[in-house]
T-cell receptor, first 116, second 112 residues
């Protein structure tokens, strides 16, 4: 099975711009989660989608949004970029995401976003 | 909200020494997962613990889930240079669709 893919792998933007990141989960996985990773902060949860519905949302401003399509592919969008948005954005897919059931996360390689 | 604390943040050992990282949750968990992220890589799933007091072993790695399902540990016996990386614990709450909350990770350096 192909793993989780994320595009683009690297992105450089300037403050005020917006960006869209894409994630294709493992075939058959219906749950997609997004995380922001910065040095010293670990993985900060952004959103979780299951069957096109946002099931959970982390503590991020409204500039961060996402969606999931019927084929389980997901996108996240960040508008009005700030310097502090520079980070590695990781997407992870799992079969279900339900507590205790088949919810191990398979991570993609991430998109490294740099905001200048 | 749910918080997961992990200590230490960083540990540097000599090859052959043992290593332990500890994870504590502010709330009772339904399960806890452990991941390893190599430098420049992405987190890779290691194991999931579900039962109170559960202990699982993978070769030199021993994982424990506390009796109260609020803490966990990962112990590596006789570290090797291939163990280098950051180890994350991640806990999910008891409700059906609760978020998977990651600790900040323990970075392990192993000197030959």
């Amino acid at each position: 099975k192909a793993g989780v893919t994320q595009t683009p792998r690297y992105l450089i933007k300037t403050r005020g711009q917006q960006v869209t990141l894409s994630c294709s989960p493992i075939s058959g996985h219906r749950s997609v989660s997004w995380y922001q990773q910065t040095p010293g902060q670990g993985l900060q949860f952004l959103f979780e989608y299951f069957s096109e519905t946002q099931r959970n949302k982390g503590n991020f401003p409204g500039r961060f949004s996402g969606r999931q399509f019927s084929n389980s592919r997901s996108e996240m969008n960040v508008s009005t970029l700030e310097l502090g948005d520079s980070a590695l954005y990781l997407c992870a897919s799992s079969l279900a995401g339900i507590a205790g059931v088949n919810n191990e996360q398979f991570f993609g390689p991430g998109t490294r976003l740099t905001v200048l | 909200g749910q918080q997961v604390m992990q200590i230490p943040q960083y540990q540097h050992v000599q090859e052959g020494e043992d290593f332990t990282t500890y994870c504590n949750s502010s709330t009772t968990l339904s399960n806890i997962q452990w991941y390893k992220q190599r430098p420049g890589g992405h987190p890779v799933f290691l194991i999931q613990l579900v039962k109170s007091g559960e202990v699982k072993k993978q070769k030199r790695l021993t994982f424990q889930f506390g009796e109260a399902k609020k803490n966990s540990s990962l112990h590596i016996t006789a570290t090797q240079t291939t163990d280098v990386g950051t180890y994350f614990c991640a806990g999910r709450g008891s409700s059906g669709y609760s978020t998977l909350t990651f600790g900040k990770g323990t970075m392990l350096l192993v000197s030959p």
